[in-house]
């Protein structure tokens, strides 16, 4: 599943911002959003009503965005595969993905910055996809600068088979399968969109169709998939039915249909198509089906290492071909530096200078600057052996400084640095190296000025080590200028001494360490790193503890990647702690006294914490897997906010702040939040204790809280102060998450008439018919420019857009012999359907219109048919997989007790 993480979805390197698969994460200056896919982890945070900008896609994709989730054809534009494009001078490309219909890769090329992007979304890196000539043709305008890469299966253990052996391997099972039982039925898990090539291939091999859906089968339509393969009707010759992946394609649902089917077929095969299913012991001993019932007969299982995620093996390929200067993961993407780790064999990193690789290339820069791509090796051959002699032999016979006549206090006292040495790149050659001035100085010079040179030839010819000469003219310079260093001592207070540790190692310092040792490039190990934090004096603490005052990471990590790391830890990086080791190293190392931790007062736990005077009544609480897969859902889900009103009480001295929220959930329920001292809400999650979806929602769509900064969104109760910081200056409310004006005027009555009561009053609702002109039939999609205005029909209380009669009445007729219960609900935003009267400016729901706004069985005001897009059905796909099987159970039992 791609993650969810902004800084990902926007794309580096180019001018313009260009936002891809991140619709939760819209700007107000971003015009132009890309879509790789319409999978439902790539377009969350995408509804109806989107209008921020131009989203671009593939012509696939595009049907569906208009088709199914009823997007307007003004803000989608339909891109062909393999067809450059500019957009505000940036060439955009589309290439097949090789996943599901309709997803693409992107390539970007900035003619501004010279930068080249490739984003694969989600793909599958077949042979003929690696080999092909439409990505050899975008390779050969130029290296690839940054390559946001899929990494499902990035890890050696997923090598599973290529794609089109598993088909052959599928229809393989098939053929044997009908040998042994020629009356049996195959089961096939599948997406709503995916898993396509898994289906086709069972059918053809059964001679059959496959049944599916009718939704499923108007997305196969737009999906251009071939119709011969494909019914929804069920016949003699319907042998292959296609179930949602998951438990459905399992034991459970493979026994409902052998019951079902009892008459015409003795055995039922379900296939369950997924990569996660490979296992090297399966591959060498054969795929064995799990069987249940009489003499293993009746119901049969294969589990299938069928992916549209590319595998270990073509994730090397594809990264070898390519072979970018960076990498930026998009699935797994808090675990970034062990995720590149893997490819950096198959990387150019010589301009990634958090690698020693780009302080080792001087052959290759001028084969880069002429747009070429320097040959790679990693023998000494490419270090120019009597240049870096020369520079050495430059660098010994120069007068040292002192560190200090950088500054114009010292600048009398020192001889050595010509005035064309930048004080600039001075301080940044510092941060990067570190060393006496004297040395960087003489770097500097020898490089004409260039602070990349400067560092190659300090890690080159040097080998990261200051030359003993330089060292110990230095150390004369130094005491010739230390009057006037001690003048600027002098000048300097104590508060802002102790606070720059980047020139005093911090006193009683308790470190902890974050990183693996693959992570670390200084120090190879987290060992060493620790071992050089207890010789300069710190105590390392392996639990990072309220007594913790810095983290030490590689570098490059951000802050947000390390958890449980709170707001007053400070963190630095390894170059940090490796310019404080060189300094310790240079004053003659001696050791220093380890600082020990103050110990508690009590050695009991304590059950309440106090913050800053405050107390918080209760333990300060921390993320957990279960808040954060609450905190996605409410990120994830259709919820839109209704009301916001501030209940502080104002006639009182130092009250408390309280806000109350109303919330339109998922399925339509009206929900009734308040976020005070102890935040709370009137939903069933909430009532067994937990902090629910729609706080979350408020928490982070509504107030804009990080959950990976803020760590307000996971408390039982809140301090004065967060309260007071939260309301002080609110950002305001996106339009994107506010409740249709109907919602919002209908529990406006409520409140009004019944003093909070759910009533069911008439609904002002203005009729706005869109022009058949401008959107096809959303059935058919067959233009309705012609049409007769009796041969239409209009949602008149939802979104407004007509439907052929004809189309709408064969929609409604299909969705009854399907088993459809409920009232009839818009083919578009699934508001329950009733047409107005022509020229009418006000219309009272139907029966359905009207029973759907009674309160629900759960006992809320449910207003799904006013909001466009809201289904009353609950999706669980995001919940835990035993809640469907509890589910299934309790039916079950239920039919049992009516018989």
Request: aromatic share 6%.
């Amino acid at each position: 599943m791609a993650s969810q993480d902004g800084d990902i979805k926007v794309v580096r390197g180019v001018t313009p911002m260009f936002i891809v698969d991140g619709f939760n994460f819209c700007r107000p200056e971003c015009k132009h959003y890309f879509l790789t896919h319409c999978h439902s982890d790539h377009t969350t945070g995408l509804h109806p009503a989107f209008d921020l900008g131009t989203i671009y896609c593939s012509e696939i994709s595009a049907a569906l965005l208009i088709g199914d989730m009823g997007l307007s054809q003004k803000v989608v534009r339909a891109l062909p595969l393999n067809e450059t494009i500019t957009i505000e001078g940036v060439e955009v490309t589309l290439l097949d993905a090789n996943h599901c219909p309709g997803a693409a890769m992107i390539h970007f090329r900035d003619h501004a910055t010279q930068k080249r992007v490739l984003h694969v979304g989600d793909f599958r890196a077949s042979s003929w996809l690696v080999e092909g000539d439409e990505l050899k043709d975008v390779l050969e305008r130029g290296p690839i600068d940054i390559l946001y890469l899929d990494t499902t299966y990035n890890s050696p253990k997923h090598c599973f088979p290529p794609q089109d052996k598993v088909l052959e391997l599928m229809a393989e099972i098939v053929r044997s399968e009908l040998e042994r039982e020629p009356r049996t039925i195959f089961l096939v898990g599948s997406y709503s969109i995916g898993k396509e090539k898994a289906i086709e291939a069972v059918a053809r091999a059964a001679e059959s169709r496959a049944l599916v859906t009718p939704r499923k089968g108007r997305l196969l339509k737009m999906c251009r998939r071939d119709p011969e393969l494909y019914t929804e009707e069920d016949g003699p010759d319907v042998r292959v039915r296609v179930a949602g992946a998951g438990m459905s394609a399992g034991h459970e649902g493979l026994a409902d249909l052998h019951l079902a089917t009892r008459g015409r077929f003795a055995s039922a095969v379900a296939f369950r198509p997924t990569g996660w299913m490979f296992s090297p012991g399966q591959a060498k001993k054969g795929y064995k089906p799990w069987c249940e019932g009489d003499i293993g007969k009746e119901t049969r299982v294969y589990g299938i290492p069928y992916s549209e995620h590319s595998s270990y093996d073509e994730l090397q390929a594809f990264v070898k071909k390519v072979q970018p200067k960076s990498i930026v993961p998009t699935v797994n993407a808090e675990n970034r530096e062990s995720q590149v780790d893997r490819f950096v064999s198959h990387m150019d990193l010589s301009q990634d200078f958090g690698r020693m690789d780009a302080y080792l290339v001087p052959h290759g820069m001028s084969e880069r600057a002429a747009g070429k791509r320097p040959a790679r090796t990693t023998s000494i051959d490419r270090v120019d052996v009597a240049e870096q002699a020369r520079l050495w032999d430059e660098a010994t016979s120069q007068n040292s400084i002192s560190e200090e006549a950088s500054s114009g206090a010292c600048a009398s006292a020192s001889t050595g640095i010509l005035p064309s040495v930048d004080a600039a790149a001075l301080d940044q050659l510092r941060e990067m190296v570190g060393g006496p001035t004297a040395y960087l100085a003489s770097l500097l010079r020898d490089s004409d000025g260039s602070v990349e040179l400067a560092i190659g030839i300090h890690f080159g010819a040097n080998e990261g080590i200051v030359p003993q000469a330089i060292d110990v003219d230095s150390k004369v310079s130094d005491s010739a200028a230390a009057a006037a260093s001690r003048q600027l001592a002098d000048a300097s207070t104590a508060a802002a001494v102790s606070a720059d540790d980047e020139r005093t190692f911090p006193r009683n310092m308790v470190a902890s360490v974050f990183g693996d040792d693959k992570s670390y490039r200084l120090f190879e190990t987290r060992e060493k790193v620790e071992a050089r934090l207890r010789q300069l004096g710190a105590r390392v603490t392996r639990r990072k503890g309220k007594y913790t005052t810095h983290c030490i990471v590689p570098t490059g990590t951000k802050r947000s990647l390390v958890p449980n790391l709170e707001s007053t830890v400070t963190l630095r990086d390894e170059g940090w702690l490796f310019r404080h080791v060189q300094k310790w190293k240079a004053e003659g190392a001696v050791p220093r006294p380890i600082p020990r931790a103050p110990k508690p007062t009590s050695a009991k736990r304590r059950k309440v914490d106090v913050v800053a005077g405050e107390d918080r009544g209760c333990v300060t609480r921390k993320a957990t897997t279960d808040k954060l897969q609450r905190v996605a859902r409410a990120l994830s889900d259709r919820l839109y906010l209704i009301r916001w009103v501030d209940m502080t009480d104002t006639g009182v001295l130092a009250a408390w702040p309280r806000h109350q929220f109303t919330v339109l959930g998922s399925t339509g329920n009206v929900y009734h939040c308040e976020i005070s001292r102890e935040p709370k809400c009137d939903c069933r999650d909430a009532a067994k204790g937990h902090i629910c979806k729609h706080l979350y929602f408020i928490y982070c769509r509504v107030l804009g809280l990080d959950q990976h900064e803020s760590h307000i969104p996971f408390q039982r109760k809140l301090l004065r102060s967060e309260l007071e910081k939260l309301f002080a200056s609110p950002p305001a409310v996106a339009a994107t998450i506010m409740a249709a004006a109907e919602v919002q005027q209908r529990v406006d009555e409520a409140d009004a008439v019944s003093g909070g009561k759910k009533v069911n009053a008439p609904i002002a609702t203005v009729v706005n018919r869109r022009s058949p002109d401008t959107d096809p039939c959303a059935i058919c999609f067959e233009a309705m420019t012609d049409t007769s205005p009796d041969a239409l029909s209009f949602c008149d209380i939802g979104c407004g857009y007509p439907f052929h009669a004809a189309c709408l009445a064969k929609w409604f007729a299909a969705r009854d012999e399907a088993g459809g219960s409920g009232p009839k609900s818009c083919p578009r935003c699934r508001t329950a359907w009733a047409a107005a009267l022509p020229g009418a400016t006000t219309t009272t729901p139907s029966a359905a219109a009207a029973a759907s706004l009674q309160d629900d069985t759960e006992g809320y005001l449910n207003l799904a048919n006013l909001q466009p897009g809201t289904s009353t059905a609950r999706d669980t796909s995001q919940y835990s997989e035993w809640l469907d099987f509890h589910q299934r159970r309790r039916d079950r039992q239920g039919q049992d007790g009516v018989s």
